[in-house]
């Protein structure tokens, strides 16, 4: 069975720059999360997703991040304009609901000059 | 105070001995429990489940305190393999979003 796809695998760009990275989930789960990981923060739930709908995007660092899930096999995490403190690895996660085990696509490496 | 707390390490320790990990959460209404474990520059991986009455998978055995809010992980004769970190996870349950810890690095060494 295909586990999460994300696309990019890695991303390179400039300053100020439109980021899009993009997840696929498993068929049939539910609920979508969207993860920065850094060294200094370690791992932070950015947003997520229930039946499609965005539950707790509290963690979102500000407006320059959007997210959106149009349908359940598709979601889009976007940063505009991007900023050098932007670079992480981003990952996206799915589960069959809220609260049961997540499994995690392969990530997205950004790198913001 | 911190909604999961893990002590960060590293543990180093030689190949064969047994090492634990314990991880504090604040919220005495958490329901569901997991370890995860992540390799370097790869996406973590969901290790075990953690049920109510402890449970085994193996080498690993996984423990839940409620009275005093931590899970534990037991690795019995750890291997070189197993050298990553171990991420635990506390959720409320339901629909609810899983809270990870900051992870503990285990590094077994010959």
């Known amino acids: 069975d295909a586990g999460v796809i994300q696309s990019p695998r890695h991303e390179v760009t400039e300053m100020g720059q439109e980021v899009t990275l993009r997840c696929k989930p498993i068929s049939g789960h539910n609920s979508l999360f969207w993860y920065r990981q850094t060294m200094m923060r370690g791992l932070e739930l950015l947003i997520y997703f229930n039946n499609n709908v965005p539950i707790d995007d509290s963690g979102m660092p500000e407006d320059r991040f959007s997210a959106k899930m149009p349908n359940a096999s598709f979601s889009t995490l976007k940063i505009q304009p991007s900023e050098p403190r932007d670079s992480a690895v981003y990952f996206c996660a799915s589960s069959y609901q809220g609260g049961q085990p997540q499994h995690f696509g392969d990530g997205t490496r950004l790198s913001i000059l | 105070r911190k909604e999961v707390e893990q002590d960060p390490g590293p543990f180093n320790v030689p190949e064969g001995a047994t090492v634990a990990f314990n991880c504090t959460y604040s919220?005495?209404?958490?329901?569901?429990f997991f370890w995860y474990r992540q390799d370097c520059r790869k996406e973590p991986k969901l290790l075990m489940s953690?049920?109510?009455s402890g449970n085994e998978d193996g080498r690993f055995t996984a423990q839940l305190n409620r009275a005093s809010q931590y899970i534990s992980l037991l690795i019995r004769d750890s291997k070189l393999s197993d050298s990553a970190t171990y991420l635990c996870a506390v959720s409320l349950g339901g629909g609810n979003k899983l809270t990870f810890g900051t992870g503990t690095q285990l590094k077994v060494e010959l």
């Open positions: 919220n005495s209404a958490s329901q569901s």
């Open positions: 953690v049920y109510s």
